[in-house]
């Protein structure tokens, strides 16, 4: 048995003994599917675990990357993997629950869709300021200074969105 302690400050649930009690493994030189579930702060609410698809070389590393990006992208340290919820390969295909990707291919997926609508955001700013153009040039007319500034504070939030879902995809 392999027993994880890197783990071992991370969860509340740790006092007495190791939480986490992983099989023995032979390292895999090709990367597996692996599905993990990770239960955060949100159980004491009664939210459900968190799931996650992984690709790696050994389960314990494929739990190391399924708890750090839990703990990461809700910035907690209050975390877990539940292990009887946790096994090599694809969630069933009538698992009944949402699932988060993370493997390289479907990042890679996100990542254009993020680009995708960056590109349709532009296309849609550029078409609200053209009016306050000066004829035949990208410059803005000075009496347009105003509306210019408010059309850009309207489309900033979006943009500020966009980068954060492109620092999360890549």
């Given at each position: 048995m392999i027993t994880v302690t890197a783990f071992a400050t991370l969860t509340p649930e740790r006092f007495e003994s190791p939480l986490y009690e992983l099989p023995q493994e032979d390292w895999s030189e090709e990367p597996r599917d692996y599905t993990v579930t990770v239960a955060g702060p949100e159980r004491?609410?009664?939210?459900?675990?968190?799931?996650?698809?992984v690709r790696d070389h050994t389960t314990e590393q494929a739990w190391i990357q399924a708890?750090?990006?839990?703990?990461?992208?809700?910035?907690?340290?209050?975390?877990?993997?539940?292990?009887?919820?946790?096994?090599?390969?694809?969630?069933?295909?009538?698992?009944?629950?949402?699932?988060?990707?993370?493997?390289?291919?479907?990042?890679?997926a996100e990542l254009l869709k993020v680009v995708e609508q960056a590109r349709d955001l532009i296309g849609r700013y550029e078409a609200a300021i053209d009016r306050f153009r000066i004829e035949d040039g990208d410059d803005i007319a000075p009496e347009w200074f105003g509306p210019y500034d408010e059309t850009r504070a309207d489309f900033a939030a979006d943009a500020l969105d966009l980068v954060s879902s492109l620092a999360t995809a890549a």
């Amino acid at each position: 048995m392999i027993t994880v302690t890197a783990f071992a400050t991370l969860t509340p649930e740790r006092f007495e003994s190791p939480l986490y009690e992983l099989p023995q493994e032979d390292w895999s030189e090709e990367p597996r599917d692996y599905t993990v579930t990770v239960a955060g702060p949100e159980r004491y609410d009664g939210e459900q675990p968190f799931t996650y698809v992984v690709r790696d070389h050994t389960t314990e590393q494929a739990w190391i990357q399924a708890l750090t990006w839990h703990m990461r992208e809700n910035q907690t340290l209050d975390a877990h993997v539940i292990a009887a919820e946790s096994h090599a390969g694809l969630p069933p295909t009538d698992a009944g629950y949402h699932w988060n990707d993370l493997r390289p291919e479907a990042q890679h997926a996100e990542l254009l869709k993020v680009v995708e609508q960056a590109r349709d955001l532009i296309g849609r700013y550029e078409a609200a300021i053209d009016r306050f153009r000066i004829e035949d040039g990208d410059d803005i007319a000075p009496e347009w200074f105003g509306p210019y500034d408010e059309t850009r504070a309207d489309f900033a939030a979006d943009a500020l969105d966009l980068v954060s879902s492109l620092a999360t995809a890549a």
